[in-house]
Each structure stands twice: as C-alpha cells, then as structure tokens.
C-alpha cells in the first residue's frame, strides 16, 4: 500500500493561496497521484492528476518532487466556497501492473474564513 | 449525462440481514470501484473492476462482502449477513481510462446503517 499523510487540517482566508501536502514515502513507478475535494454528503470530487514535475489545470497546480515522495496541491485565491475536505490517492489503476493499490490519504479540512 | 448513480441513497437495517448497494456506472466507462468511507478508517478502496471484471479484491473486508458486474452498466455490492460495524457510508465510482486520466466519477453515496 502506498501509504499516505496529511494535515488534519488547516485555516485561511479568502483571497490567501492554500497548498496542502500529501505524504507518500513508499510510492511506487507506476503510481499516479491525485486529489480529491470533498464537501459533506458528497462523493469525492477530482481536482487535478500527476506524475512528476508540475501540473496545472484552471482551479490548481499540482507540484511533485523528482523523489515522488510527496506532492502538493495549490489553491490559488481560495474563496469560502472552497471550504472542504482535500484528499490526496495514489496508487495505480492495473494499467501496467506493479503499482501500488489505490490508497486515499487521511484527509485535509481547509477551512477559508472572510 | 447523469453521472454515476447509486440505491439506495439511505438503508438501514438490521444486524444479520442482507443488503445489496446498487451501481449504474457512467456510460462507456470500462472501470468501476466500490470505496467505504467511515470517520475511523476514511476511504477505503474494497474492490475494482475492469471491463466488468474484477481487478482487486483485496480491500474487501471478508467473505461477507461480494461484488459482481454483470455488465457494464450495473454493478452491485453485497453485505451478507449485515454487521453494526458495517455502517458507512459506500461510493461508487467510474472511469474511462482512454485519455490515460485517473479521473474518477463518485457516486452521490449510500449512507448503510446496521443496527
């Protein structure tokens, strides 16, 4: 298992940057990592995909080291909208075989206050 | 599209009955995962399918869970006989992996409650 870690939560303000780092010490060659949002009484919502290097979609950026052994999601401005659990998964799909299983980190609450 | 849909959204029921969670996948999505979530242990992957077989079975708890795909639209989840330790709520998720993305559509839930 690609086990993962992350802050139980943390506090901002609207307008703030907010990047919340995910703990993968045992991540594998063909793990991917992604993360989710998640707001009560919902299902996981995706946010963004990577492998390495940086990735960057419309709502955040996604930064991975040449270790792979964490990654961190950035949330440019973030608005009270955004107040929500942030989840971390790694692991592989079966796509090439020898990754680790799919593994959903602990789970951040990022709260945004005005 | 309707995205993934789940049945029920709420059971309860008692300890020692079956239950069975229902499971209609994004159409032309080859993946499908059954994920738990509780407070105590958070999201758990329990089993996934590709093409309507299973891939990993091994986040099922024991032999009183199964799961099967009898095609690629339904796929149903198994609690028999149901246990209190059992509650959680239970995800449903699809895929398509044709634009190599790891993007999972969740299910609204099924919030499952044992007495």
């Known amino acids: 298992l690609a086990k993962t870690t992350q802050p139980i939560s943390m506090d901002s303000y609207e307008g703030q940057e907010v990047n919340i780092t995910c703990s993968h010490n045992?991540?594998?060659?063909?793990?991917?990592i992604t993360w989710y949002q998640q707001f009560p009484s919902q299902g996981p919502r995706f946010i963004i995909q990577?492998?390495?290097t940086k990735v960057t979609n419309e709502v955040a950026s996604l930064f991975i080291p040449a270790d792979r052994k964490s990654s961190t999601l950035s949330l440019p401005r973030v608005s009270l909208s955004d107040t929500a659990v942030y989840y971390c998964?790694?692991?592989?799909?079966?796509?090439?075989?020898?990754?680790?299983?799919?593994?959903f980190g602990t789970g951040t609450q990022l709260k945004v206050e005005l | 599209d309707a995205g993934v849909i789940q049945s029920p959204r709420h059971e309860v029921t008692e300890m020692g009955q079956e239950v069975t969670l229902r499971c209609k996948p994004i159409?032309?999505?080859?993946?499908l995962f059954w994920y738990r979530q509780t407070m105590m242990r958070g999201l758990e992957l329990l089993i996934y399918?590709?093409?309507?077989?299973?891939?990993?079975d091994s986040g099922m708890p024991e032999d009183r869970f199964s799961a099967k795909m009898p095609n690629a639209s339904f796929s149903t989840l198994k609690i028999q006989p149901s246990e209190p330790r059992d509650s959680a709520v239970y995800f449903c998720?699809?895929?398509?992996?044709?634009?190599?993305?790891?993007?999972?559509?969740f299910g609204p839930g099924t919030r499952l409650t044992v007495t």
């Open positions: 990577g492998y390495k």
């Open positions: 998964l790694v692991g592989d799909m079966g796509l090439t075989g020898g990754g680790n299983k799919l593994t």
């Open positions: 159409s032309g999505h080859d993946y």
């Open positions: 045992n991540i594998a060659t063909n793990d991917y």
């Open positions: 399918f590709n093409n309507n077989v299973p891939i990993d």
């Open positions: 998720a699809s895929s398509s992996v044709d634009r190599a993305s790891y993007e999972q559509y």
